[in-house]
């Protein structure tokens, strides 16, 4: 009897720093983004990006939700707040991790200019959904094809309620 090797189900990855390209392109303009290279090696069954500030502000993601299953952000450097569905206004710094589940509503609005963090998701590519608020944001459920062509992504935002704000400084 021949034994046959099992398929492989993905492809080895070793990237290093000092060959790692940062770009511009990518969902948030304030942001400049590395691909770390698992999307491919793993046939898209999970991503994953390093993401870092090309400057401080004030900016706003806008209220959007995504639909992977798994998203974790682990922060490297820096800080950032932000607001999500159920809980508030968070601030996330060096050495915080987030797993945010599919479809809750969030808005990042603040961060410092030295923002670096991880980004693991599965699947590689997943819709992003504007909505109105964190309170009452379209349902995974209700995501179409249609509404996920139409995501566009919203600039400048109004901030979440101050007061919450005030809170976490």
């Known amino acids: 009897m021949v034994k ?9 990855l ?15 303009s304030f942001f400049e983004y590395r691909d770390l290279g698992i999307a491919d090696a793993t046939g898209g069954r999970y991503g994953g990006y390093v993401v870092r500030a090309i400057r401080s502000g004030k ?17 490297l450097k ?9 809980q508030g206004v968070v601030k996330l710094e060096a050495g915080s991790c987030l797993h945010n589940p599919p479809g809750n509503a969030h808005n990042v609005f603040e961060f410092s200019d030295d923002l670096e963090f991880l980004e693991i998701t599965a699947p590689a590519k997943y819709p992003t959904v ?22 566009a992504v919203r600039r400048g935002r ?3 309620n101050r007061k919450r704000l005030a809170a976490v400084r």
């Open 4 to 12: 046959t090797t099992p398929k492989r189900i993905a492809k080895f």
């Open 14 to 28: 070793a990237q290093h720093v000092m060959d790692a390209k940062f770009v511009r392109k990518g969902l948030r």
């Open 158 to 160: 109004p901030a979440p």
């Open 59 to 75: 900016e706003s993601t806008g209220t959007h939700f995504h639909a992977p299953d798994v998203q974790i952000i682990y922060i």
């Open 130 to 151: 504007d909505v109105e608020s964190v309170q009452n944001p379209i349902p995974v459920s209700r995501l179409t094809h249609a509404a996920t062509r139409a995501s």
């Open 78 to 86: 820096g800080w950032l707040l932000a607001e999500y569905g159920g």
